[in-house]
């Protein structure tokens, strides 16, 4: 049964903080995808993925950078977390060439 | 801005009659189009999809309209049932370049 996890469901930090997303996939997925869902706004991209040690900017990279050292893995990291960075994050992961993608069950992160 | 767009917030139908939920998207160029649906606490599933090549696909009590004409997709269910109460998004675009309208919340009444 295909599998995305992440790493926390609730995640509480401060203003300034560095923040680690961390998201593992389980189906030897080549593509892997951050995003953030904000109400009346959808699921918005802010990075992906096509390879290992391979990363492309969504929408809305501002504020965030990845990596991917290892093909199931892929982390987000907030820099220095602030408010408007409050929000859900889904991780995501497909095979290359397949337009379907696989999510994990979201994190919600809470900047204060 | 948003390319893709759902603007019934929510939708509230009985059980039993047909659910129709509505995507409209400004890309001409967008090749793929999919409906998720999200439970509360859970990531988004796939439900069905349907490339620009077609103008309707069917699974079970599922059926994918798209109007490329007037860039438009919607989804049916028939008969609707209290368990397909939940978010649903539609998502159109390429491989890597996939974007998502806002969600519509079903709720199927008993």
């Known amino acids: 049964d295909v599998k995305v996890t992440q790493s926390s469901r609730y995640l509480v930090k401060r203003t300034g903080e560095k923040v680690f997303l961390e998201c593992v996939q389980d189906?030897?997925?080549?593509?892997m995808f951050w995003y953030r869902q904000d109400p009346g706004l959808g699921l918005r991209l802010i990075y992906f993925?096509?390879?290992?040690?391979?990363?492309e900017k969504g929408d809305i990279p501002e504020g965030y950078s990845v990596s991917r050292e290892k093909k199931e893995r892929f982390s987000l990291i907030l820099e220095s977390a602030s408010t408007n960075q409050t929000s859900m994050y889904l991780c995501?992961?497909?095979?290359?060439?397949?337009?379907?993608?696989?999510f994990g069950p979201g994190t919600r992160l809470t900047v204060t | 801005d948003q390319q893709v767009k759902q603007n019934s917030p929510s939708l509230s139908v009985q059980e039993g009659r047909i659910s129709i939920l509505n995507c409209d998207y400004t890309?001409?160029?967008?090749?793929?189009f999919l409906w998720y649906k999200k439970y509360p606490a859970e990531g988004p599933t796939f439900l069905i999809s349907?490339?620009?090549?077609?103008d309707k696909n069917e699974d079970g009590r599922f059926t994918v309209f798209l109007n490329k004409s007037a860039k438009h997709l919607s989804l049916h269910i028939v008969p609707s049932q209290p368990g397909d109460s939940a978010v649903y998004f539609c998502?159109?675009?390429?491989?890597?370049?996939?974007?998502f309208g806002a969600g519509t919340r079903l709720t199927v009444k008993p």
């Open positions: 189906m030897d997925h080549e593509n």
């Open positions: 995501a992961s497909s095979f290359a060439g397949n337009y379907e993608q696989y």
């Open positions: 993925s096509y390879d290992v040690k391979m990363k």
């Open positions: 998502a159109a675009g390429g491989q890597n370049d996939m974007r």
């Open positions: 890309n001409s160029m967008f090749d793929y």
């Open positions: 349907i490339s620009s090549i077609k």
